[in-house]
């Protein structure tokens, strides 16, 4: 069992920034990828960018290269996102998930847990 919890999420001025937590707890060691998606009212779920606690190997998705970065502590078992020059179109709830394989999570595939979701509002 793994538990994740976001924190981080907030209203903030287009062109603003924030940063997103997630602690990982229980039995990470089985999951080497951990990943951010988000879902914006009426739109599917999205993949946002991923990290290995492995060897730290980063993906971003195009629409956040540039702007958005994942980055690991893994004495903390924390990853995080650092949301630059946010815009209105990143309006979302941002979830943290885990699974064995980056490469699969990307694609939304083989996530193990999810956590709760934490809500990020970008105001025009």
């Known amino acids: 069992q793994v538990q994740l919890v976001e924190s981080g999420g907030g209203l903030v001025q287009a062109g603003g920034s924030l940063r997103l937590s997630c602690v990982a707890s229980?039995?990470?060691?089985?999951?080497?990828?951990m990943g951010w998606f988000r879902r914006a009212p009426g739109k599917e779920r999205e993949f946002v960018a991923s990290?290995?606690?492995?060897?730290?190997?980063?993906t971003h998705a195009d629409s956040v290269k540039g702007r958005f970065t994942i980055s690991k502590d893994s004495a903390k078992n924390t990853i995080y996102l650092q949301m630059n020059n946010l815009k209105p179109d990143d309006t979302a709830v941002y979830y943290c998930?885990?699974?064995?394989?980056?490469?699969?999570?990307?694609?939304?595939?083989?996530?193990?847990?999810w956590g709760q979701g934490t809500q990020v509002t970008v105001s025009s």
């Open positions: 998930a885990t699974g064995p394989r980056a490469e699969a999570l990307m694609y939304g595939q083989t996530i193990h847990y």
């Open positions: 990290i290995t606690w492995s060897g730290g190997t980063t």
């Open positions: 229980g039995r990470t060691y089985r999951y080497d990828a």
